[in-house]
């Protein structure tokens, strides 16, 4: 089945720092999905990306399908953008979603 | 408009014992989902429903069963509960096959001692 692997697992930052973070995957996708899960466990959608650029105030997304990547921008980060960020695609298997392994990130004031 | 919510929000099972979790949309969605959540991995599909009256197995299926008797509910039975249930499961639903956004519920932390 489709393969998909986020980097870094881990990630650091202090407060105000811009960071990208990277999922690879191994097949084409009709879906791609960005969503982030605060402390409390609960997902929260970024965004629908399958192909292109999309933008919501601080956060962006771009999705190369032609290259099975997509990237997540966080600008000027804030300690509520903590938690783990997933992806996840759908391999046009009627909308089921496999997730990446997730990035972890902490941003500390 | 609530989304998608889940009944309960926690609970604790003895090994042995069933249960079952609700999920329900008021978005209209024909696709709806249950995936679990196991410490520092990522969502897992367990079953699905195209509509009202279907169901599919997902990626880990084995000691659950589904039933979507109404297209605004999604049920979620464990018959048997084991330890390695012990998880934190989530419901989705989304408009249609492989487009759009899935909306995922709060979650349901299961213990199983």
């Known amino acids: 089945g489709i393969q998909v692997e986020q980097s870094p697992p881990d990630l650091i930052l202090q407060e105000g720092a811009n960071s990208t973070l990277r999922c690879n995957f191994s097949d084409s996708v009709n879906n791609l999905q960005w969503f982030h899960q605060n402390p409390w466990g609960q997902l929260i959608n970024l965004f629908y990306?399958?192909?292109g650029t999309k933008q919501n105030g601080r956060l962006s997304a771009t999705t190369v399908a032609t290259e099975r990547y997509s990237l997540l921008y966080i600008s000027s980060s804030q300690t509520t953008d903590s938690g783990v960020y997933f992806c996840?695609?759908?391999?046009?298997?009627?909308?089921?979603?496999?997730f990446g392994q997730g990035t972890e990130l902490s941003v500390k004031p | 408009n609530a989304g998608v919510t889940q009944t309960p929000k926690f609970r604790v099972l003895k090994t042995g014992q069933s249960m079952t979790l609700l999920c329900a949309q008021d978005m209209n969605h024909e696709y709806m989902y249950w995936y679990r959540q196991d410490p520092g991995m990522g969502l897992r599909l367990i079953h699905y429903s195209v509509g009202e009256g279907t169901t599919a197995k997902g990626e880990v299926p084995d000691g659950y069963n589904v039933s979507r008797l109404k297209k605004q509910n999604f049920l979620l039975g464990l018959e048997s509960a084991a330890p390695s249930q012990t998880s934190v499961y989530f419901c989705a639903s989304s408009y249609g096959f492989g487009s759009g956004t899935q909306y995922f519920g709060p979650g349901t932390r299961l213990l199983v001692l």
């Open positions: 990306i399958p192909s």
């Open positions: 996840a695609v759908d391999h046009n298997q009627g909308g089921k979603l496999i």
